[in-house]
Every structure is written in C-alpha cells, then in structure tokens.
C-alpha cells in the first residue's frame, strides 16, 4: 500500500505562484509514474500532468509553459511549482503515484489540497 500526502495548497491572487508537494511512503514495489490530477467544482477531475522515474513529463495544454512538475526519487516526492495562476485553475489537487511490480501497476491517490486563486 502507498499512501501519499499532499500540502502546500491555499489561497493566492491571480498572477501569483503557489507549489505542491506529494510524498509517497508505505510499502511497495516501484513507483514509476507520479503526478498530478485537479477537479473544480461542478467538473470531473482532469489530468494536470505527470512524471515518470525517468524525469520525462507531460502536461495539459491548460498548463503548458505555466506549470512545472518535478520529483526526488530517493524521496519518494513530486513537486508541482504552479506559476501565473489564473481564476480557472481553481480546484482541488489530487497527487497520484503508480506502483508497478512484475505483474502490473496499481495507482493510489492523496486526499487532495485545495488551490483556490482569486481574481
């Protein structure tokens, strides 16, 4: 079992910055992929981006050039430093991390921390 705790979210002004970090512990096998998922109000929760062990990443395009993500394998963290925040990045962010072994991969969730940008 992974369990994952997110902090760093809070209130911040348009134009501002704000970062998240997600640290994974518990028992498992190899977390590969560790990212980072969002739902506002009303909406269904979307990807936001994520990274492999590697360092390759992805992102929404809602986020592009804006967002960052990054991680410290030995410590099991991802970091997510999120820059010229708009009203519309209002949510509550979710960490995910995959742990794989030779059979498959399971993906476990935080409980999330809410990001709330003001106009």
């Known amino acids: 079992q992974v369990q994952l705790v997110e902090s760093g979210g809070g209130l911040v002004q348009a134009g501002g910055s704000l970062r998240l970090s997600c640290v994974a512990s518990?028992?498992?096998?190899?977390?590969?992929?560790m990212g980072w998922y969002r739902q506002a109000p009303g909406k269904q929760r979307e990807l936001v981006t994520t990274?492999?062990?590697?360092?390759?990443?992805n992102y929404a395009d809602s986020v592009q050039g804006r967002f960052t993500i990054s991680r410290d394998n030995a410590k099991n963290t991802v970091y997510l430093r999120m820059n010229s925040l708009k009203p519309e990045d209002t949510a509550v962010y979710y960490c995910v991390a995959d742990d794989c072994s030779g059979v498959g991969c399971s993906r476990y969730w935080g409980q999330g921390t809410q990001v709330t940008v003001s106009s």
């Open positions: 990274i492999r062990s590697g360092g390759r990443t």
């Open positions: 518990g028992s498992f096998f190899s977390i590969t992929t």
